[in-house]
């Protein structure tokens, strides 16, 4: 069986790196000095640091010697154990040693497959790249040396040992076949620049920084996780599920934080309705507070609740240690990119700044034959991995034997029969998964170009002994394959892996976040899945935070948008008639419609008019009752006594005339009430004016006939013309045709029709608005109908002061003359009442009311004036219902005769 080695970086500054030879079981530890990596082919490492490091591990475990055979293949891993300064820190449990296993794990299962690249076993060298893409680069040096210099010609005097000491010779570095690694995307990318100029495939186990999907810059690198461009479109479609559009951004300086955030910002631009409030850059070297600034720079927008953070591990704590220090616990909603994933490390004693914090990570799964695997490892059975003595000392808090240092009382010493998971705890961690599908990666792209090239063959061929990296990468990317976890793995055009997610969240358990832990709420594999009703939240454990520049309006309020942020705005409330036409538009309701109670539309405007139960009405109503009736007794008096003195005396004929008005005064009140039709506008244009026309006319002829009596007696015993009975019905209706022409023609030119006027009573309050129903007659056309009346009238009057001075025996002038200045003081209370309400809410009841009560009063001011007293007298006193004595003609020469009518007869 042929022999097959495989490289391996672990991720902190470590002094030793590890080769396995599997060909043989033995353990060859190389001085990873950048000065042996540059100068020349040969390696080697010295004595004493070797002793002191390794400790109790027993020496005939190591060999040092030649590497083995030619026809090896090796596989390098970049593995990130503990980012610490050169000086030293605690390593990383589980990012460090969890992962270097995991690669081991992996190894041994692809070699004990018989049926994945029979005869042929892999081997591993690992080396360390401190989370620095500077340091990677030195490391990364090593590996590709032999494709620099020939091997054996290197300067063995660039070595040097303290005390002069001359370092142990090793094998030259083999030429590398495929790099694992790294986990900083930032390391990736140095590394990958340097692979690529070789022809080196490299597959990340972690790296997920959009910019390595470029493939015409990173053509050899592949990935077993998703790039952030994925996760970054998930956690834009967390934001929206959760409502929120206005978040800030957290990226720790380098090309994972920073790629990330601009790909979250790109998609959520491109998707639309979630806005940046800031980008926040953290500094790789924070000075002192620079985090408490960052928290007040989060705080100058206080609605952008939602934070997207990517960052590393210690950025993350420290910005939760800052949240803390500045009492906002609760008011930062977290949503957190895989470096965050499910780990405890970040959170640990800052579980209540975190509740709540929604975390994303590739879906993964935990590997049950690697929890064995690790769980049995010791010092006894362990011994390939170098570290694994400093992870041991620190996973049981204990100390192995040390070297010219006096034991610390308080550690105790380690036994070896320590267990893991039974005297610590331990969780897998969660890249495991992925380091085990990137070897697997390489192991099947490795059998399928073993299978055509060496076809029937067991071992490497002539064809496999130096490997084409393009064509090794080419298999890469063919591979496919059911992963650890039993999902596929695969690579698309540029290297990545399908975006497969898991959400999480933070939760508090029974009251305590330190009791809580993560649970997951949803996944990711090009469209979301959350489940929101298993979401929790501090405060109201159920209801869903806001994180948005401006809340939402209300009903009835359109967004006023702030200029250059699209996710910022002002209600603006629809007010008067207008309504919420969509979110950004107030449009105003047709005439015949008022908006609803919230503005969201319109509905018809009610119709209103004055009705026959309406209180308005009643007033008008009494009185018009009360007037017919007192009118029509009065005619059916005078019909009854009609050839007695008191009726022959008031002048018949004009009497029934301005009796007849007097009733079309009281009539023309039901024709207002009446509901408005054809008919019934038709009617009020022609009865309105006609009976105040009648009655005026007819008092007009009376009073200037008695004027044109007493001014011809004053010089002549001559009776003027035109005082006939005759003569003076002439006269009023002549009067009268005026009035019935005007409104004929109004009929014929403009046909009357009831409307329903929208503006009338169109109040401030939308609510009050009403139509009324009402006819085709504007408040001017009204007045109109009544202008000639009113005109009759105040001639009339002027004539009634004309003829105040007429003696007793011509006993209608006075009455008429009360009755004028009456009806004048009545129509002029009239105007104003009616044109002051004109912009009232009851606009149509009160100018309904005032017409109809003015018209009833001066029509029972003119019955009670003239004809009441007449009408009494001969009911109740017909002894005074005589006939005068006869007046001689020299009574007429002073005072002009009465007609044959009068209260004298006709003079002989």
């Known amino acids: 069986m042929l022999k097959v080695c495989l490289l391996v970086l672990p991720s902190w500054p470590a002094l030793f790196s590890l080769l396995l030879l599997r060909c043989t079981g033995l353990i060859q530890p190389d001085l990873l000095s950048p000065s042996i990596l540059g100068g020349g082919g040969t390696a080697g490492f010295c004595k004493d640091k070797l002793g002191e490091y390794l400790g109790q591990l027993e020496p005939r475990s190591w060999w040092l010697g030649e590497r083995g055979r030619e026809g090896q293949r090796e596989k390098e891993k970049l593995t990130e154990t503990e980012k610490r300064d050169r000086d030293g820190q605690g390593l990383k449990k589980e990012q460090g040693v969890h992962r270097l296993e995991a690669m081991l794990y992996a190894l041994d299962r692809v070699n004990a497959d018989p049926d994945l690249l029979p005869g042929v076993r892999l081997g591993a060298r690992l080396l360390d790249t401190c989370s620095r893409d500077t340091y990677a680069l030195e ?10 210099r020939r091997r054996g010609d ?119 309705g979630v806005c940046i409030a800031q980008s926040i850059k953290i500094p790789r070297e924070p000075k002192p507070g620079e985090f408490n600034k960052l928290i007040k720079r989060l705080m100058e927008t206080p609605n952008a609740r939602g934070i997207i953070i990517f960052a590393n591990e210690d950025d993350i704590r420290r910005v939760l240690e800052a949240a803390r220090q500045a009492n906002l616990t609760g008011h930062f909603l977290w949503v957190g990119s895989d470096s965050w994933g499910a780990k405890t490390s970040p959170i640990l004693n800052l579980e209540d700044v975190a509740v709540g914090a929604i975390t994303i990570l590739p879906k993964r799964a935990s590997i049950d034959g690697f929890d064995q695997y690790f769980m049995t490892r010791s010092l006894e059975n362990n011994r390939r991995n170098i570290w694994f003595a400093e992870f041991w000392e620190e996973n049981f808090n204990c100390k192995l034997t040390s070297s ?149 309006c209300g009903p009835g309020e359109r967004k006023k948008m702030v200029k250059g942020v699209p996710c910022c705005w002002h209600c603006e409330p629809c007010d008067g008639y207008r309504f919420q036409a969509d979110e950004f538009t107030c449009e105003a309701c047709p005439g015949d419609m008022r908006p609803t109670r919230n503005h969201t539309g319109c509905r018809p405007t009610p119709v209103v008019r004055l009705t026959w139960s309406s209180p308005w009405a009643a007033p008008p109503l009494l009185l018009a009752v009360l007037g017919s009736m007192a009118t029509t007794t009065v005619v059916a008096t005078f019909v009854r006594h009609n050839n007695t003195p008191i009726v022959r005396a ?64 004053k010089r002549s015993v001559t009776p003027p013309p035109f005082i006939s009975p005759t003569s003076q019905l002439a006269i009023t209706f002549s009067l009268t045709s005026v009035q019935v022409v005007g409104v004929m023609a109004w009929l014929g030119a403009q046909p009357p029709h009831s409307v329903i006027d929208y503006e009338e009573q169109r109040t401030v309050d939308p609510e009050q608005a009403r139509g009324v129903l009402k006819c085709d007659m504007s408040d001017l ?55 002051g309400t004109a912009q009232s809410a009851e606009k149509i009841y009160i100018q309904t009311t005032t017409l109809t009560v003015s018209l009833s009063l001066s029509a029972s001011v003119s019955l ?25 003609l020299k009574a007429t020469s002073t005072v002009a005769a009465p007609p044959k009518s009068e209260d004298t007869e006709e003079p002989k």
């Open 139 to 148: 490391q990364a040096l090593s590996f590709v040396q032999a494709l620099i």
């Open 404 to 552: 010219g240092t006096q034991s610390d009382d308080v550690t105790r010493k380690c036994t070896g029969e320590e267990r893991i998971g039974r005297d610590s705890t331990y969780e897998q961690e969660g890249k495991v998964q992925f380091v085990i599908d990137a070897v697997y990666a390489i192991a099947h792209a490795l059998h399928s170009m073993h299978q055509a090239l060496c076809p029937g063959l067991t071992g490497l061929c002539p064809a496999m002994e130096t490997t084409d990296g393009r064509m090794l990468l080419q298999y890469i990317r063919a591979v496919r394959f059911n992963g650890s976890a039993g999902t596929p793995v695969m690579f698309n055009e540029n290297g990545d892996a399908p975006g497969r997610y898991d959400i999480f969240q933070y939760q508090a358990a029974n009251g305590s976040a330190g009791s809580g832990g993560y649970q997951a709420v949803g996944q990711w594999a090009e469209t979301l899945r959350l489940d929101v009703e298993a979401l929790q939240w501090s405060g109201e454990p159920r209801e869903v935070p806001a994180s948005q520049c401006s809340l939402p």
């Open 154 to 272: 290197g300067d063995e005097g660039a070595v040097r040992c303290p005390g002069g000491v001359p370092p142990l010779r090793t094998a030259p570095p083999e030429r590398v076949v495929a790099v694992v690694g790294a986990s900083a995307s930032s390391v990736s990318i140095m590394v990958a620049n340097v692979l690529r100029l070789f022809a080196i495939p490299q597959i990340s186990y972690a790296s997920t920084a959009p910019e390595l999907s470029d493939s015409t810059r990173y053509d050899f690198f592949s990935r077993v996780v998703p790039p952030d461009s994925y996760q970054a479109q998930a956690m834009v479609d967390i934001v929206r599920a959760l409502g929120w559009n206005y978040v800030s951004t957290l990226a720790s300086e380098g090309n994972y934080g920073e790629s990330g955030v601009e790909a979250f910002v790109q998609i959520s631009r491109e998707a639309g």
């Open 650 to 713: 008031s002048g018949r004929e004009l009497s029934y005339v301005l009796l007849t008005g007097i009733f079309l005064i009281y009539a023309i009140t039901f024709l207002m009430v009446a509901e408005p039709g054809a008919a019934v506008c038709a009617a009020r244009r022609l009865f309105l004016g006609l009976g105040t026309t009648l009655s005026y006319s007819a008092l007009l002829t009376k009073t200037n006939r008695i004027y044109r009596i007493f001014e011809q007696g």
């Open 781 to 835: 056309s009204l007045i109109g109908c009544l202008g000639y009346s009113l005109l009759l009238m105040v001639t009339c009057t002027v004539y009634a002061i004309k003829a105040r001075g007429v003696p007793e025996t011509f006993n209608e002038a006075k009455p008429i003359g009360f009755t004028m200045y009456t009806t004048c003081i009545i129509w002029l209370a009239f105007v104003p009442i009616f044109f």
């Open 864 to 888: 009670g004036m003239l004809y009441v007293p007449k009408t009494y007298v001969i009911l109740f006193h017909p002894e005074q219902n005589v006939q005068k004595r006869k007046r001689s």
